[in-house]
């Protein structure tokens, strides 16, 4: 099955800076990534993702970039905000059958002012 | 569009006691619904794909007859948590997919969580 590692865990930026998460994925076949953000007792919300027949996609700050050979994509956030402090996931469909999601395990991420 | 919700949004129950949630998709149907679990700062684990018309798909580790789904309509699945036990807290986020005409794979939209307190 799919098993997605996601680095880092934590991530501390100064406001302004950009952030960047990673991830790797072990299922060749996997071929949608969704990113989620996650703020404290609430539901995951989707803030961006990629499918495999592009290498990157862009939505203002936020970009992903993918590399399919190498298996693994990336979140980028450029200008940080303290509004952009939360907890982001990384995901990869579970199995080419249906579309349940592997997760990451997280990386919080914490941006001051 | 693509909202999913999800009742109660918490729950304190004793140990022993059976708790059921709920989780809706309102402006779409969904033939099939998934259930995470979440613990405190860990990330979202699959527990089981709720299909509508059939049995619930269990991911390894995860017990049925301790978990069951039932997916009776088009746009409704329940999680009943049996006999819980103070193990059993965390929080409980279903999710349903929705492809959009410009789309060939589901995106999935989640609930709110229900956080499951057993005393």
């Known amino acids: 099955g799919e098993n997605v590692e996601q680095h880092p865990s934590t991530l501390s930026v100064q406001e302004g800076d950009s952030a960047v998460i990673k991830c790797t994925y072990s299922?060749?076949?996997?071929?949608?990534f969704p990113w989620y953000k996650q703020e404290l007792g609430k539901r995951p919300q989707l803030i961006i993702d990629i499918r495999s027949n592009v290498g990157e996609k862009k939505d203002q700050r936020i970009a992903v970039t993918l590399n399919k050979t190498a298996k693994h994509f990336s979140l980028h956030i450029t200008e940080t905000q303290p509004e952009d402090s939360a907890v982001y996931f990384c995901a990869a469909i579970l199995n080419q059958a249906g579309t349940a999601l592997i997760f990451g395990k997280g990386t919080t991420l914490s941006v001051s002012s | 569009g693509a909202v999913v919700s999800q009742h109660p949004s918490r729950v304190i129950c004793k140990s022993g006691t059976s708790v059921k949630i709920e989780c809706r998709s309102l402006?779409?149907?969904?033939?099939?619904m998934f259930w995470y679990r979440q613990f405190p700062k860990q990330s979202l684990m699959l527990m089981a794909t709720?299909?509508?018309?059939?049995?619930?798909?269990?991911e390894q580790g995860v017990e049925k007859d301790k978990f069951l789904i039932n997916h009776a309509s088009l746009t409704l699945s329940t999680l009943t948590v049996t006999s819980a036990h103070p193990e059993d807290s965390s929080f409980y986020i279903c999710?349903?997919?929705?492809?959009?005409?410009?789309?060939?794979?589901?995106?999935?939209?989640f609930g709110p969580g229900t956080r499951l307190t057993v005393l």
């Open positions: 402006d779409f149907q969904a033939t099939t």
């Open positions: 709720s299909n509508e018309g059939s049995k619930a798909t269990y």
């Open positions: 999710s349903a997919p929705f492809s959009s005409v410009s789309s060939s794979t589901d995106t999935q939209y």
């Open positions: 299922d060749s076949a996997s071929n949608y």
